[in-house]
């Protein structure tokens, strides 16, 4: 027999020995596994808060870049504990869940029981080792009064164009939760440079191999973005809502079809172990367990009678870019009636979800700018095709939607662009009527772009063309939104640099939305 090499002899004897524990049919857990080094090193997370509970998350690897991750190909048991204090005075729940080979030796824990609207910590141990504790709050009890929440909008966070000061900020602000609307992970290859508003650029960190496909590939992408101890902080600082973009599998991809033209049932393949990586390492819940390449990531949450929170998938049921996914221009596939962004069955959930809200805000959390920008220098309008303006017919419908059925406070949250926007929307904004149906706010990213600047040329332009774009701004950062039952507040924070550790966060801009009233406002 081969002992696995993190494994010592004396676990592998408990194991086989009376202590095993039974996982499923006939095969023994290591019921006590002593490991050759730390196999927390990816950290722990929260995420999908209810009224009584969230997701914990945490991954058994001990060597967690090697294939293999340092473990037995065999379950493990992992112990949890959810206390009311970070003392751990008081354990309100506890439990052992099974690190299985099949998952990356991850876990996923559906806690259960908790009281609404408070703070929770949770950790976990394994052997003889045990993780530091996260925090997770739960949401109010459905439909009570909520007099104010506090969230974090972030996303695209390109290991190797910058370092994680964004997260470090963010987990000091003590949020309720986070939401990530993607780009978690980018999939290209290592480059020693990348093209930046400032020229070309050296990355400050490197991507471990090259562009990553296989299974194995994208477990080693998280590995090596997890292993960052700014991210592990923003973590375990509060619960995450996550959903996927586009370099969770490839740049821009939709539906089956990536931006190669790879045949889509090859293509299916690299998203099946996209997405399996995916719902690894990411805090979802067993409702997101993917089937084959397909996820089911779009949900609901509510915070109270203040917050009901869309979480769309903006990818996985839309159709191809129309006029081949150029930049900054238009044609007749723009108009397709047939086109989708989020698919019939998306679509229809989420009417149904907005007409039936009683709740103070509606939000639209998903990935794509709903803004029609023209992009373009001169009279003839261009558009960012992989964004909702490529898609003019389900974004009027959307819209035309909010506005037949009267449905106010509807915010829409946004990343992908790499840049801050606030701006409102209307049904076609070259020829607005009248009061704006909605607001957006556009959330920049973590690392992605690197250092970027104040505002580029392209930014000034866009405000100078665009008069229902209120704000842009071209820093990395994340957002924060503070919501009363009065008023929407977005918080833009920025930093004056993520190409060296240690970048200074300051506050660029506050807008605010009041009830009732969907112009966009600075604060
Ligand atoms: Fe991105």
Not at 221 to 239: E, F, I, N, V
Request: charged share 25%.
């Amino acid at each position: 027999m081969t002992l696995p090499s993190s494994v010592s002899r004396r676990g592998l004897m408990l194991a086989l020995g009376a202590g095993g524990v039974a996982i499923g049919s006939g095969r023994q857990a290591l019921a006590d596994p002593v490991f050759a080094e730390y196999p927390f090193q990816l950290g722990i997370a929260a995420g999908d808060p209810t009224p009584d509970g969230f997701v914990i998350w945490t991954r058994l690897a001990p060597r967690p870049l090697e294939i293999g991750h340092g473990m037995p190909s065999a379950p493990v048991p992992v112990k949890w504990e959810v206390a009311t204090s970070r003392a751990f005075s008081t354990i309100v729940r506890s439990g052992e869940a099974v690190a299985r080979p099949e998952l990356a030796h991850t876990v996923h824990v559906e806690v259960e029981g908790l009281e609404p609207g408070r703070e929770y910590f949770y950790r976990f141990s394994a052997g003889r080792e045990r993780t530091p504790s996260g925090r997770a709050v739960t949401a109010p009890a459905a439909g009570a009064a909520v007099g104010q929440a506090r969230f974090g909008v972030l996303g695209c966070q390109a290991y190797e164009q910058g370092f994680y000061t964004a997260h470090r900020k963010v987990a000091d602000e003590s949020l309720d939760f986070i939401y990530c609307y993607g780009d978690y992970i980018y999939e290209g290859r290592g480059n020693r440079t990348y093209t930046g508003s400032g020229g070309t650029m050296e990355n400050p960190r490197q991507h471990l191999g090259g562009e990553v496909y296989s299974l194995d590939d994208y477990r080693r992408r998280y590995a090596q973005y997890k292993l960052d101890a700014d991210l592990q902080a923003s973590h375990a600082s509060t619960a995450w809502f996550c959903t996927w973009d586009d370099h969770e599998i490839d740049n821009n991809w939709v539906a089956a079809l990536d931006q190669d033209g790879t045949p889509p049932e090859v293509f299916m393949l690299r998203q099946q172990a996209a997405a399996q990586a995916f719902y690894e390492h990411m805090p979802l819940r067993r409702s997101a367990f993917p089937r084959g390449s397909a996820m089911q990531l779009y949900r609901h949450a509510a915070w109270g009678d203040l917050l009901d929170l869309n979480f769309l998938d903006t990818r996985q049921h839309r159709s191809d870019q129309p006029c081949g996914d150029s930049w900054a221009a238009t044609c007749d596939g723009v108009s397709d009636p047939a086109a989708q962004v989020l698919g019939e069955a998306q679509e229809a959930w989420l009417y149904r979800n907005l007409e039936r809200s009683q709740a103070r805000w509606k939000v639209l959390a998903q990935q794509i700018m709903v803004m029609d920008l023209d992009r373009k220098e001169g009279p003839e309008p261009g558009y960012n095709l992989d964004t909702w303006a490529g898609y003019r017919i389900p974004r009027q419908r959307l819209l035309n939607r909010l506005r037949d059925r009267r449905i106010g406070n509807t915010i829409v949250l946004t990343g992908d662009e790499h840049q801050n926007y606030a701006g409102e929307l209307h049904l076609d904004s070259r020829n607005p009527e009248g009061a704006p149906v909605a607001s957006e706010f556009v959330a920049t990213s973590i690392s992605s772009s690197g250092d970027g600047q104040d505002q580029r040329a392209d930014g000034r332009r866009y405000l100078a063309d665009n008069p229902f774009l209120k704000f842009n701004n071209a820093q990395r950062g994340y957002v924060v939104c503070d919501v009363t039952p009065e008023r929407w507040q977005t918080e833009f924070k920025v930093l004056d640099k993520v190409s060296e550790k240690g970048g200074t966060l300051s506050t660029r801009a506050t807008f605010a939305v009041a009830s009732g009233d969907a112009r966009v406002v600075a604060a």
